[in-house]
């Protein structure tokens, strides 16, 4: 074949032809290179290059960097400059310089909200009906951010920005989160180039399960030495920004910046927890009074701003879970027992915003603040996942199971340490979304979306330490950035059409008066069967619960609020304006359809957790874990859930004191562990973190030698919250050498992601028989089998010992 011709074939894929066999014809290139100027010639010194189809575009002159921090589980009445008791140094220096939002509104839960301020979009045009752990099999609730819904960051990166995202990301669906899993819509399959934090929906702040970039790791130090997540946070955001700067000085950066305050659980430092001693003694009820007559102070509420009741849904035991019980009704360890719970969220909250000043300090000393556009917001309402009575274990709730004061007042001291996974109780998460209904989940109600938001940009907005009141939505961030840099959202992305965005820019707030007329017309709400939609002023609102199960939708009672005129939402005038509201139910019925919001779906959460999805690895029933691999999450791992099953490790003894961890999956909050201490071999079950410990230890020593080394859980039946009931078998090769009666959880050992782990223990100990990261030494494990086939254990520890003498 001639030299020619071969030219001819390798620039087909450039839309480039070349004719002849000695001269070269040029013709209009096609395709991703159909810009292209230069002249295209058999040799190179008789073409000319032309650099502008490969040539980085760069951001509009001027554009500002973008530094958006984004809170958990955080009401309108929560922080200072809100006139809430929690004091935020930063936020405060923030508000000062720039814009306070009172009628901000969210999706009412996490990962729905940060998905529309990640696409502009509706949460349920994104996928994100629910969290992602509660996805579902409809285009609503898939789970999955579709390419229709093409994100800020990758609009930014195409458009010269740096990119960054730390902190949490609960926008990846459950199955992908491993690693093998599918990357693409992990952080820099999203649009950003780089990210620092956790992929769930919470993690513990002393021992985060972390993720850098695409890859999970180890965090780089210890509590014992000085270690919280929400320090290293901010070293890292530091980091990035300084790094960047140094190759990259005139590129702007946009930086996404998740906390883990305020999600449960609630953990700081000791020092600023002892700073909040007694400040929450009056209790919830007093602090809803105290705090509205500050916020109307502040001028973020109007003057005739009314309290709503405390528990405004029906008194029946469908609601019960979000009940609030009357302060005047504890006793005095339970008052004692809320109110330290309350300190210790305030002094997470301040923590974090004190390492995020940090960064404010950074930009400002590195001349880089002036133009940077500081967001500060919250992604819902306070939070009522932690019961009636609170919690020093907040995966109980996932579970379905309840707290006890007694057991709870035990471990007061230790509030906010490690050995607690704290939640306050409803109570607060009312006060804390003070002073409207309800609070995060319920998105009928400002209690669940009305959330906290500043604005500060030194050079574009000239407005300092003023109050804005214009309604708006978590959609109307992403076309406000876009306005202010100047470039437009692509009707077509990458080949695929996109969904239009769903807000409005709110650009025009910069310099409009504090009470100006918004510009928003509509926004549809829909979160676990709750149901809500505000247009020009109203809001409709239909009473329903999540979690609960009840369904029948069509039964709801509808409630119609004048929000212009009755800002918190207490006066309900459906009977005065019934027309008002048969036209708001259309247009909700209109706009669910529109943004794909249906089915809903009310059902328990460990129904809804319990859905298996499907993967790219088929369901089995037996899984092979070897050592030397990171911690394999939860959502990938084998299901022992609700069901028999048993764990078979092949493992080669060297030493009389060997000793660690064989298997071990969770934590000291759910979890359980095989291993040995003290030449014996143990099984811990840890059932919510409840004490004792369900242990079983063999009743005969380990020597040198090669061993099947497991146990087997039968099932026998179910106990009053779901829990498996049943008899635990501990096995050394195929002898019984320990047994007695088990209780396992219902649902997820925990939302934070504490892997299976095979030779040591990741983060947190499941057992406090031993030490994390627990490493299991004097031995070698060939292979870890967990099982819940119906294989007898004695012919799968036989068929292992087999394996075992081939090594």
Known sequence: MKPATLLSMACIGLGVAIAGPAAAQQTQPVGPYK????KIELDVRDSVADWGPFTPRKAPEGAPNILFVLYDDTGLAAW??????????TLDKLAAEGLTYTQWHTAALCSPTRSTLLTGRNHTLNGMAAITEGANGFPGAS??????AATIAEILKDNGYSTFWLGKNHNVPEQDVAS??????????????????????ETNQWYPDLVEDNRFIEPP??????????????????????????????????MWYNPGANHAPHQAPQDFIDKYKGKFDDGYEAYRGWVLARMIERGVLPKDTQLTPLNPLPADAAYAPDMVRPWDSLSPDEKKLFSRLAEVYAAFSEYTDVQIGRIIDYLEKSGQLENTIVIYAADNGASGEGSPNGSVNENKFFNGYPDDIAENMKLIDKLGGPDTYEHFPTGWAAAFSTPFQMFKRYSQYSGGTADPLVISWPKGIKARGEIRNQYHHSVDIVPTLLDIIGIEMPKVYRGVEQFPLSGVSMRYTFDAAPDAPTQKKRQFYAMLGTRGI??????????????????????????????????????????????KLAALIKAWNEEARTNLALPLDDRTAPQMLGVERPSAEPVRDRYIYYPGTA???????????????????????????????????????????????DHKLYYVYNFLGIKP???????????????????????????????????????????????????????????????????????????????????????????????????????????????????
């Open 693 to 807: 410990e369900q242990t079983f230890i063999s009743n005969v020593d380990l020597k040198p030698g090669k061993y099947t080394l497991g146990m087997e859980f039968t099932r026998t039946g179910a106990g009053p919250h779901s829990e498996s009931l049943g008899t635990t078998k501990l096995y050394i090769n195929d002898k019984v050498v320990a047994e007695g009666p088990m209780r396992t959880q219902p649902a997820k050992f925990t939302l934070s992601g504490d892997g299976l782990c095979i030779g040591y223990d990741s983060g947190d100990a499941v057992s406090q028989d031993y030490t994390s990261p627990g490493t299991f030494r004097g031995g070698t494990i060939q292979g870890v089998a967990v099982t819940v086939e119906k294989a007898a254990y004695t012919d799968l520890a036989q068929e292992a010992q087999r394996a075992l003498a081939r090594d």
């Open 631 to 677: 911690p394999v999450p939860e959502g990938v791992a084998v299901n022992v859930r609700n069901r028999s099953y048993k764990i078979l490790a092949n493992v080669e003894i060297d030493t009389p004191d060997a000793s660690g961890v064989i298997f071990a999956h969770g934590s000291r909050f759910g979890g359980h562990a095989l291993f040995i201490k």
């Open 80 to 89: 200072s400059p809100y006139g809430g008791r929690i004091n935020m140094p």
């Open 143 to 148: 789970g999955r951010i579709p390419p229709q």
């Open 534 to 579: 505000w247009e020009n002023g109203w809001l409709a609102s239909a009473v329903h619960a999540p979690f609960t199960g009840k369904g029948k939708f069509d039964q709801d009672r509808w409630q119609l609020y004048n929000v212009e005129a009755d800002r918190s939402e207490s006066k309900d005038l459906a009977d005065a304006h019934p027309e």
């Open 221 to 254: 130090s210890a509590p014992q030495d000085g270690y919280h997540f929400s320090k290293d946070l901010a070293d890292q955001a530091i980091r990035m920004i300084r790094d960047q700067k140094a190759t990259n000085p005139s590129k702007p950066w946009f």
């Open 180 to 201: 093998g899993g599918n990357r693409s819509t992990w952080p820099l399959g999203m649009g950003f180039d780089r990210f620092y934090g956790f992929i769930g929906g």
């Open 35 to 38: 810009d292209f100027k230069g």
